[in-house]
């Protein structure tokens, strides 16, 4: 039988933990390079969303990040092939291996577009025990047709969330997408652009200090309490 604290009447003492420092691994502890997923929201030919996700990319390996660009044409609806289908193998392995995302859609219909949400819609709420995006780092960026708005990061905020992502607190929206970029499809040199790489510079500090750490940071009571109670009920079963 637990041990139950006075003040805490309602708690397990054998499962609640008091945070500690010591738990926390140092950065250097980690000799790779961190690994940063891409994820972007149109297959048009002149995809903004897609210039503004490579020009991320630039500037993620200018910081020292090994990066992948996952490039959703050919991905099936969620549910409408198998999870053997190459490019569900392809985004679900990308996911495993990364150790932050960047998130990037246009807003259409003041909404992220339907092609960034299949791609997250692929990726499986649990995979074992845990979700494959439990304890990623996570930036967002949007852009837009015409004003700028925040409609899709606000989204994808949300979803970040769910998703149990460490979602950092800086995001970029990009008005007139049209007229950020040049003929050769680089950014135009702007307040935006300068945006983008406070965003990316944020998201590499705190992948740098989150990784290694995930496990601990989103180790929760109420899990550790499930996870026991299940362990009781399958030690204690009469029958087996």
């Known amino acids: 039988m637990a041990i139950m604290s006075g003040n805490l009447p309602n708690t397990d003492d054998v499962l609640l933990q008091v945070p500690d420092v010591r738990c926390l691994r140092s950065a250097a502890e980690t000799d790779h390079p961190p690994r940063i997923l891409l994820l972007y929201g149109s297959n048009r030919e002149c995809s903004y969303s897609r210039l503004l996700t490579l020009e991320a990319e630039r ?26 289908h190459p490019k569900v193998v392809e985004l679900q392995g990308l996911v495993e291996w990364s150790e932050g995302q ?41 852009v837009c047709g015409g004003s700028q708005s925040f409609n899709a990061v606000n989204q994808m905020r949300i979803l970040g969330r769910w998703m149990r992502m460490l979602t950092i607190p ?29 965003v990316m510079e944020e998201l590499m500090k705190f992948t740098l200090l989150t990784r290694g750490n995930s496990d601990y940071l989103v180790d929760r009571y109420s899990e550790r309490k499930e996870s026991a109670e299940e362990l009781s009920r399958r030690v204690n079963q009469r029958n087996i």
């Open 59 to 84: 500037l993620l390996r200018y910081f020292g990040a090994e990066t992948h660009v996952f490039h959703p044409t050919g991905l099936p609806l969620p549910d409408d092939a198998p999870v053997t």
């Open 170 to 198: 800086n995001q970029s929206s990009v008005p007139k997408a049209f007229l950020e970029f040049d003929e050769g499809g680089r950014m135009k040199p702007s307040a935006y652009y300068d945006r983008v790489v406070d």
């Open 102 to 142: 960047v998130w990037c859609s246009p807003e259409r219909h003041g909404a992220m577009t339907g092609v960034f949400k299949s791609q997250v819609d692929w990726i499986p709420l649990h995979s074992g025990a845990i979700r494959p995006t439990q304890g990623k780092t996570l930036a967002l960026m949007q």
